[in-house]
């Protein structure tokens, strides 16, 4: 049974961080590129960071780049997004999912998400 379950989330000031975990399962977990992604309220879901299984390629939009860093561990089926620096525009609900390299398009259905608040 495939199963995402994201946690972490919470509130946090402008300028702080928090560290989003991501708990895999079921798609021969560690097999493929895995990302982050993020609704804010009113907006379409989008791409943040994304890791191939061996973690040597790497990828961050470019509203993140600098801020967040993206990390694996194969063995634990796992996956974190370290969020440094966030500012209120990073609010939104974070999700992880199994990628296609390059398009980023997700392969599983998506987990509850972790909801991530950030005050100015």
């Known amino acids: 049974q495939v199963q995402l379950v994201e946690s972490g989330g919470g509130l946090v000031q402008a300028g702080g961080s928090l560290r989003l975990s991501c708990a895999a399962s079921?798609?021969?977990?560690?097999?493929?590129?895995m990302g982050w992604f993020r609704q804010a309220p009113g907006k379409e879901r989008e791409s943040v960071a994304a890791?191939?299984?061996?973690?040597?390629?790497?990828y961050y939009a470019d509203s993140v780049k600098g801020r967040f860093t993206i990390s694996r561990d194969n063995a634990k089926n796992t996956m974190d997004l370290q969020m440094n620096s966030p500012n209120p525009e990073d609010t939104a609900v974070y999700y992880c999912n199994w990628v296609v390299w390059g398009s980023f398009h997700a392969l599983a259905a998506w987990g509850q998400g972790t909801l991530v608040t950030v005050s100015s």
């Open positions: 890791i191939t299984r061996s973690g040597s390629i790497i």
């Open positions: 079921g798609r021969a977990a560690n097999s493929s590129a």
